[in-house]
C-alpha cells in the first residue's frame, strides 16, 4: 500500500443508495484530486444531491465506502462498526457544505454564524475565532452587515454568509448543493464570484449545479449522472463540445 | 373501593360539576362584556378593567377564594361557601376570557363593519348579526381552554370547607385509611373531564382555522 | 391601633411566607425548565416505546389538575412506602408538573423550526447535543418566550395550593395571620399585591427576550414570516 499522503481529497467507491425501493445512486465511484473543482451535472432527480450528502454522511449509503483524505467516514476503519456521534461530527467538520437554502442559523448575527462553529467545535478562542471571521467576510464582500441578522438579508448575501461559515473551518473540501437554485437571477452572480475566486485559489471543490457556464470556465472535471450512474467523466471543453452518450447530448440540449 | 366511598366520590365530583359549569356559563358572557366595555374606551372604566384583568390573571384561586369568603362578610354581603366559590371562580374565569374575547374581536377585520354600516345598520345591529357570530367561532378554543384552566384549579375551593372532587378524598381516606385508591379515581374522573375538553378544543380549532380570519 | 399597623407589626410572617413561595417558585421554575428542555428530546425520538411512554405522561400532566397530583405525591404514596414531607413533595409536584407543560411548549415550538438549519449544524460538525444547546434551544426559548412567560407565572400561582398540603408559603401565613389578628383585608390585600408584583416582574422579563428576539427577526409576529 502507498504510504504517502493520500492522493484524493474525496474517494467514493461503489456507492449505492436507494430510497423507498428506488435506487437512486447505482455503484457510483468517483475521485476528487486535492485542489481540484469537480462539478456534478445531470437532471432532476438523477441523484447529485444524494451523492453531495453521502459524502458528508447526511445520507447514509446502503453500500459501498466513502473516505475523506484516505480516511472513512460513516463506518469505522474495520469496515463493520458503525461511527458513533462524537467521531462522525469530527470528520464532519473537515467537510464543509453550503446548501440551496442556506440554512443560516437565525438567533445569530452574520459574525456570529461564522464565528460559532470554529468557536463550539474546533475549541478556537473567541478573539482568533472573530479574526478569522472578519477576514472571511471581507473576502465575500459582507463586512458591513457583520452585526445583522439573516432575516434581513437577501438570497445572495445570506449564501455568501454561509460560504464563509463553512470556510471558516478550514476544511480539506467544500461541499455545494445547487447553491444558486434558491436564488433571483440577479443575485447568482455575486454567489458565483466567490465560488470562483475559491477555486482560482485552489480550494478543494466538488459543486452540484445547474450553471452551466460557471461548471464550465471553474470546473477541472464534470462528472454527468443520470439516473443514478455516472455516465460521463470528462474535462469541461470535453463535456460541452464533444459529449460522448446519447444521455449526454440530450442533457445538453436543453441548455444551448 | 367500596360502595360508599364510591357514592363519597361522586358526590364530589358532582359539586365540582355544578360549581365549575356554573362559574363557566357566567364567566363566558362576563367575559365578553369585560372585552366590549373595554373596546369602548370609556375613560375611567376602561382603566379600571385593565387593573382588573391584570390582578386576576396574577392572583392564584386559592389566595382569591380565601380572601373573598372572609371578606365579604365583613363589607356586609353575606356568602355562603358555596357563593363565594363560585363568585371567586367567576371573576378568575372573567379576567382570562376577556382576553380571549379582546384578541377575537381586535382581530375582526374592520372591513366587514364598514360594509354593515354602509348598508345602515346600528352599532348594536352590526355586533349581534355580524360580529358576534364570527368572533364567537373565532374565541370559542381559547374559551374551552379556560375552561380546562378553570377545572384544573378547581380543587382550591376545598379551603374553605366545599367538599369537592379532590377534598372528597380526604373524606374517604380518613375512614377507610387507603387514601389511595379514592385518588386514583378522582385523578381519573378529572382526566376524563378535562380530555373531553381537550378534544373539544381541537375540532373548535379547526372549525376557525377554516374561517380563517 | 389601625388595622395597617397590626399588619406592619408582624410583616414577619407574611415576608417569610412570601420568601418561602419566592424560594418554591424559583427553584421549581428553573429546575422544570432544565427537566423540560431533556423531556422534549425524548418526546421527539421517534415512534419507539420510550417517546411514546414520555409522551403520554406529558399529555396526561396537562389533564391532571395540580393539586390532585400533590395529594397523590403527599397523601397517596405513604400507601406504597414511599413518605415525602410538605415541602419536598411540593418540589417534586412543581417541578415535574411544570417540566411536563414547559415540554409541550418546547415541542410545538420546535415544530415551526425550519430543518435546513440543523443539518447545517451537523454538517459543520456539531455533535447532536451540541447542536441542540447552541442552534435548537435558544431559538426555542426566542419564540416561546410569551407562551413560557404564562406557565411560569402559573408555577408561582400553583405554589398557593401547597398551603392545603400544610406548607407554610404566602396565601397560608396571610391566612394566618387574618385569622389570628381579625385584619382580613388587610393580609390578603398585601398577599395578592406580592403575587401581582412578582408577575408584574416575570412579564417585564419575558418582554426583554421578546425585545431581543424582535430584534433578531425572531419575534412572535415575524418568527411567522419566512424570507
Known amino acids: ?256 | 373501593m367500596d360502595q360508599a366511598a364510591l357514592h363519597t366520590l361522586l358526590l364530589g365530583a358532582w359539586t365540582t360539576a355544578w360549581i365549575s359549569a356554573v362559574a363557566i356559563a357566567g364567566g363566558v358572557p362576563l367575559g365578553l362584556a369585560l372585552a366590549l366595555l373595554r373596546e369602548a374606551r370609556i375613560p375611567v372604566v376602561g382603566h379600571i378593567i385593565v387593573l382588573y384583568v391584570s390582578l386576576g390573571r396574577a392572583t392564584p384561586l386559592v389566595t382569591l377564594v380565601l380572601f373573598i369568603f372572609v371578606g365579604a362578610p365583613l363589607l356586609g354581603i353575606p356568602l355562603d361557601r358555596y357563593t363565594a366559590a363560585i363568585v371567586t371562580l367567576l371573576l378568575n374565569t372573567a379576567a382570562f376570557n376577556a382576553e380571549v374575547w379582546r384578541a377575537a374581536i381586535r382581530s375582526f377585520p374592520h372591513e366587514q363593519v364598514e360594509a354593515a354600516r354602509a348598508a345602515g345598520m346600528t352599532r348594536a345591529l352590526i355586533f349581534r348579526r355580524i360580529m358576534l357570530p364570527q368572533i364567537w367561532i373565532t374565541s370559542l378554543p381559547g374559551l374551552v381552554n379556560e375552561m380546562t384552566f378553570l377545572i384544573k384549579a378547581s380543587p382550591a375551593i376545598a379551603v374553605i370547607g366545599i367538599v369537592d372532587l379532590t377534598r372528597v378524598t380526604n373524606r374517604i381516606s380518613a375512614i377507610t385509611y387507603e387514601p389511595l385508591p379514592p385518588i386514583l379515581v378522582a385523578a381519573a374522573l378529572y382526566m376524563v373531564a378535562i380530555g373531553t375538553l381537550v378534544r373539544l378544543q381541537r375540532l373548535l380549532d379547526a372549525r376557525a382555522r377554516r374561517l380563517a380570519m | 391601633m389601625n388595622k395597617w399597623e397590626i399588619l406592619w407589626n408582624h410583616r414577619e410572617m407574611i415576608l417569610g411566607g412570601f420568601k418561602s413561595t419566592l424560594v418554591l417558585f424559583g427553584v421549581s421554575a428553573i429546575a422544570a425548565f432544565a427537566l423540560s428542555s431533556l423531556i422534549v428530546l425524548a418526546m421527539r425520538s421517534g415512534r419507539g416505546p420510550f417517546g411514546r411512554v414520555v409522551r403520554g405522561v406529558v399529555d396526561g400532566m396537562r389533564m391532571l389538575p395540580f393539586l390532585i397530583y400533590a395529594y397523590l405525591l403527599y397523601y397517596g404514596l405513604p400507601s406504597l412506602g414511599i413518605r415525602f414531607d410538605a415541602w419536598t413533595a411540593g418540589f417534586i409536584a412543581l417541578i415535574t408538573y411544570h417540566a411536563a407543560y414547559f415540554a409541550e411548549i418546547l415541542r410545538g415550538t420546535w415544530a415551526t423550526l425550519s430543518t435546513g438549519q440543523a443539518e447545517a449544524a451537523r454538517a459543520h460538525g456539531f455533535t447532536t447535543f451540541m447542536m441542540y444547546r447552541r442552534i435548537i434551544l435558544p431559538q426555542l426559548v426566542l419564540r416561546a418566550a410569551p407562551v413560557l412567560g404564562n406557565q411560569v407565572i402559573i408555577c408561582l400561582k400553583d405554589t398557593a395550593f401547597l398551603s392545603i398540603i400544610t406548607v407554610r408559603e404566602l396565601t397560608a401565613a396571610a391566612s394566618a395571620v387574618q385569622s389570628q389578628y381579625f385584619i382580613p383585608f388587610e393580609a390578603f390585600i398585601v398577599a395578592i399585591g406580592l403575587y401581582w408584583l412578582t408577575s408584574m416582574l416575570i412579564e417585564a422579563l419575558v418582554a426583554r427576550i421578546g425585545f431581543a428576539a424582535e430584534r433578531k427577526g425572531l419575534g412572535y409576529k415575524r418568527a411567522a414570516v419566512r424570507r
Not at chain 1, 161 to 166: C, N
Open chain 1, 1 to 256: 500500500m502507498d504510504t504517502s499522503a493520500p492522493p484524493f481529497a474525496v474517494e467514493v467507491r461503489n456507492v449505492s443508495k436507494s430510497f423507498a425501493g428506488i435506487e437512486v445512486l447505482r455503484d457510483v465511484c468517483l475521485n476528487v484530486a486535492h485542489g481540484q473543482t469537480v462539478s456534478v451535472l445531470g437532471p432532476s432527480g438523477s441523484g447529485k444531491s444524494t451523492l453531495l450528502r453521502c459524502i458528508n454522511w447526511l445520507e447514509e449509503p446502503d453500500s459501498g465506502e466513502i473516505l475523506i483524505a484516505g480516511v472513512r467516514i460513516g463506518v469505522r476503519a474495520d469496515g463493520k462498526t458503525h461511527m458513533p456521534d462524537r467521531e462522525l461530527a469530527r470528520m464532519r467538520a473537515r467537510i464543509g457544505m453550503v446548501f440551496q437554502s442556506f440554512n443560516l442559523w437565525p438567533h445569530l448575527s452574520v459574525i456570529e454564524n461564522v464565528t460559532e462553529a470554529p468557536i463550539h467545535v474546533l475549541g478556537m478562542a473567541k478573539d482568533e475565532a472573530i479574526g478569522r471571521a472578519e477576514k472571511l467576510l471581507e473576502k465575500v464582500g459582507i463586512s458591513e452587515k457583520r452585526n445583522a441578522y439573516p432575516y434581513v438579508l437577501s438570497g445572495g448575501q445570506k449564501q455568501r454568509v454561509g460560504i464563509a461559515r463553512a470556510l471558516a473551518m478550514n476544511p480539506e473540501v467544500i461541499l455545494f448543493d445547487e447553491p444558486t437554485s434558491a436564488l433571483d437571477p440577479e443575485l447568482v452572480g455575486e454567489v458565483l464570484a466567490a465560488m470562483r475566486a475559491l477555486a482560482e485559489e485552489g480550494m478543494t471543490m466538488v459543486v452540484v449545479t445547474h450553471e452551466m457556464a460557471f461548471a464550465r470556465d471553474v470546473s477541472d472535471e464534470i462528472v454527468f449522472i443520470d439516473q443514478g450512474c455516472v455516465v460521463e467523466r470528462q474535462s469541461p471543453e470535453a463535456f460541452f463540445d464533444r459529449p460522448q452518450t446519447a444521455r449526454a447530448r440530450q442533457f445538453l440540449s436543453r441548455y444551448t
